[in-house]
């Protein structure tokens, strides 16, 4: 068996809503100040998926160019990790193994564990590509993150989906095997399944991150892993941004360091661009980040990047990656910007009416009404099934 195989991140993709809300709009509605979102949280603005918009049409979206750029044939296994699942059984990601044309010579399956089974998704692949190289594994996390409305959640809702293609030789982000885990279970943040939208007790789930943070670094270190000033950047779970500078600083705190605010911007500032303006997108988040971080930064190329993946309840991992050289040719910079920038502005009232929104749950016909101009599109709802296309 090939041990020695490099394995990692060989193309990575964004995707996100049609609709965009920003905190000026929502703080000018519920009269906080914005530099509570702005400064307090690190939020500028919220993804908003419009009518006929779900974690699949994104995951579709997201995963598209990745199939177009290197085609199909190695693609043997698709694993989508959502904490928005559409159904109780089928995975979303045969939607969109459907929408894309792949083969069916191919296993699909749905992940999860609040924000952290995106993190999962990847080991996975790894270790199925360790089987056989030839392979490559479609590694897609979509979420809409929804809190109630007029509570202190919803500031950080968000929406994205960042599809990975995983394989061997990889031309962006070579994977360490080395890991880190931790897991305690906690209450800090669920989502019933009667409800639509997350509970959180947002104290709770910051200190709950933060003694993750703690635990999978402890194991991680504890495994002969790196230390800490080995790595040039640092991507966190960003269910907020200011979330990644609280994460770091306790790092620092932890593993005996001084703490400087420069430092922390030099290692994470790049990884919060992104997520700032799109808001949680949960198991997307982390890879929002570093999709960040990789087209931001100046060159990257040998450095080691740490990953802190936390999911709420709660599950943690630390894991490292190596940036490879000639990188910066293959990324989608150009598209993630544009992918972000192209969001329509909506008032509040239109969010609000988003928001509320669902469809009837009586086995009618259900038509979602046209309004995304993205490449997929929820048709709408006919006999309990989900109808989707390209348009
Ligand atoms: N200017 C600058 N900063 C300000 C400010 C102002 N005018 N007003 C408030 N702030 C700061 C506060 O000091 C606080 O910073 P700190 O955490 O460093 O102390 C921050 O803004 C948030 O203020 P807070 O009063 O704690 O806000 P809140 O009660 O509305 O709750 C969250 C904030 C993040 C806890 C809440 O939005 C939440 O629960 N979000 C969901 C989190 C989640 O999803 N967790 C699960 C996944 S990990």
Redesign the pocket.
């Given at each position: 068996m090939p041990g020695d195989v490099s394995i990692g991140i060989h193309d990575l993709s964004l995707a996100t809503t049609q609709y965009v809300l920003t905190h000026e709009t929502l703080a000018a509605h519920n009269g906080t100040?914005v530099?509570?979102y702005h400064?307090?949280?690190g939020q500028r603005a919220m993804s908003v998926p419009a009518a006929d918009e779900d974690i699949v049409t994104m995951a579709a979206d997201a995963a598209a160019p990745v199939v177009a750029r290197h085609g199909a044939d190695r693609i043997r296994t698709v694993v989508l990790a959502t904490e928005t699942s559409v159904d109780q059984s089928k995975a979303a990601g045969i939607y969109v193994h459907s929408l894309l044309g792949l083969s069916s010579a191919a296993r699909v399956v749905e992940l999860k564990q609040a924000?952290y089974s995106g993190t999962a998704a990847l080991q996975f692949a790894m270790g199925l590509v360790h089987r056989d190289p030839s392979e490559q594994v479609l590694v897609i996390a979509s979420d809409v993150s929804r809190?109630e409305l007029d509570s202190?959640?919803e500031?950080?809702q968000g929406a994205a989906a960042v599809a990975m293609l995983v394989g061997a030789d990889p031309a962006l982000l070579r994977l360490e095997d080395r890991s880190g885990m931790f897991t305690a279970d906690i209450m800090?943040?669920w989502r019933p399944n009667y409800r639509t939208t997350a509970l959180?007790d947002?104290?709770e789930?910051?200190s709950a991150?933060l003694q993750a943070v703690e635990g999978a670094w402890k194991d991680y270190t504890g495994r002969g892993g790196r230390k800490l000033d080995e790595f040039g950047a640092f991507c966190y779970?960003q269910?907020?941004t200011?979330?990644a500078h609280k994460a770091h600083r306790h790092l620092l705190q932890y593993d005996g360091h001084a703490v400087g605010e420069e430092e922390i911007t030099r290692v994470i500032g790049h990884t919060t661009a992104y997520n700032m303006e799109l808001g949680?997108s949960y198991t997307a988040s982390m890879y929002v980040g570093l999709a960040s971080l990789l087209d931001h930064a100046d060159d990257l190329t040998g450095q080691a990047v740490g990953f802190l993946s936390?999911g709420?309840g709660s599950v943690a991992e630390f894991f490292a990656g190596t940036v490879v050289p000639g990188y910066r040719a293959r990324l989608r910079s150009g598209a993630h910007r544009e992918a972000i920038g192209r969001r329509e502005e909506i008032g509040y009232a239109r969010y609000r009416e988003l928001h509320e929104r669902s469809f009837p749950a009586d086995g009618g016909d259900h038509p979602a009404p046209k309004e995304t101009t993205g490449p997929h599109r929820l048709v709408g709802l006919s006999g309990h099934k989900r109808i989707y296309a390209t348009r």
């Open positions: 100040g530099a509570k400064r307090g949280i924000c809190y202190p959640g500031a950080t800090d943040f959180v947002g104290r789930s910051i991150y779970h269910p907020f200011r979330m949680n936390y709420s």
